[in-house]
């Protein structure tokens, strides 16, 4: 497998299309765990689409789900607040197309290692831009904002509070509720 080390952009979305087709590491092994992309990925109405897997210690690969990746910052963040509300500064780097900084791993800190949970987002995020290109759908922000409402007290989406702290972020009444209509009846997060 070839290795694609690169740093984080907006221009990184459009960029990927001038790599070949293939499977590239985008990490080196974190405690066991890698990251690796796969160009073409599997959604077969999406021609930009880019398949994400983590490679975990006993070697097995799998596709990480939105619903591990905040299931896991939430399990930090309850873990350690402080912890989490680093984690949150981090990731909203990442978010914003930036690399996100060093945040040390406290013991007994339950997931996968921040490192990876990190470089598992940048890549998702880039697959969810390159699928649903903003401005006209909400790529990467449609997941982060789970992220928001756990980091300001794991607020339900379907709540007035937690559509009260969306637009704080920038987030559209229309916006919204795209994001309501696809959690539906259950907490996004």
């Known amino acids: 497998m070839k290795t694609l080390y690169v740093w984080n952009s907006k221009a990184l979305v459009s960029q ?8 590239y590491w985008v990490t080196k092994s974190i405690m066991g ?13 999406s021609p930009n689409d880019i398949a994400v897997s983590i490679r975990y210690p006993n070697k097995v690969s799998k596709t990480p789900s939105h619903g591990l990746l905040i299931s896991g910052f939430r399990k930090k963040y309850k ?33 996968l290692p921040i490192k990876i949970l990190f470089h598992t987002l940048k890549w998702v995020w880039i697959q969810e831009d390159r699928n649903y290109p903003p401005p006209q759908k909400l790529g990467r922000r449609m997941n982060w904002s789970s992220y928001i409402l756990i980091h300001n007290g794991d ?21 919204i509720e795209t994001i309501r209509h696809r959690s539906g009846s259950r907490n996004l997060q």
């Open 16 to 23: 990927l299309d001038d790599y070949p087709d293939g499977e």
């Open 33 to 45: 765990y890698r990251v690796s992309i796969k160009k073409p990925g599997v959604k077969k109405d």
């Open 79 to 111: 873990f350690d607040t402080k912890l989490g509300a680093e984690i949150y500064a981090q990731l909203e780097r990442l978010q914003n197309r930036k690399e996100p900084g060093v945040v040390k791993r406290k013991k007994g800190c339950p997931g």
């Open 155 to 175: 607020v339900d989406i379907l709540l007035p509070e937690g559509a009260r702290i969306l637009k704080e972020h920038g987030y559209t009444d229309g916006q």
